[in-house]
């Protein structure tokens, strides 16, 4: 299973996890296997900047990535459209860090 966390500043598990999920610096890739991190990659969120759209390039790109899941803040209502549509979960989460987004999502899953 792949995560793509929308963070602030450079990224990685210890970053907090932004506002805004079109607007977030980077995007924090987590791969899941089993109940356990395996591998975490850091891209910049190329459309953060963007006057218009920056949600739909988000999520985009996010798709690209071959997610299953994306963790932010807040969603614009496109980017939320584009994500329902590829069935691609949404977890709303903000002011964590990205490994505590992970762990509270894989704790979900579980039913705990």
Same mark, same amino acid.
């Not at 299973?1 to 966390?5: N, S, T």
């Not at 791969?31 to 850091?42: D, K, L």
């Not at 953060?48 to 985009?60: D, L, P, S, Y």
């Not at 798709?63 to 939320?80: I, M, Q, S």
């Given at each position: ?5 929308a ?13 805004? =999920?079109?607007?977030?610096?980077? =995007? ?18 190329e459309?953060?900047?963007?006057? %218009? ?7 985009? %790109?996010a ?11 807040? =969603? ?5 459209e584009?994500f ?19 762990e509270?999502?894989?704790?979900h899953?579980?039913?705990?």
């Open positions: 299973m792949k995560i793509a966390v963070t602030d500043g450079e990224g990685g598990l210890d970053a907090i996890v932004a506002t805004d =999920f079109g607007r977030g610096e980077t =995007f924090t890739l987590v791969e899941v296997e089993g109940e356990a991190i395996a591998a975490v990659r850091v891209v910049e969120n459309g953060r900047r963007m006057a %218009q759209g920056a949600g739909i390039a988000a999520a985009e %790109q798709l690209e990535e071959g997610v299953d899941a994306v963790a932010g803040g807040h =969603f614009g209502p496109h980017a939320e584009i329902r549509e590829e069935g691609i979960d949404l977890v709303y989460i903000p002011k964590v860090t990205a490994r505590e987004a992970v509270r999502y894989l704790a899953l579980k039913g705990v």
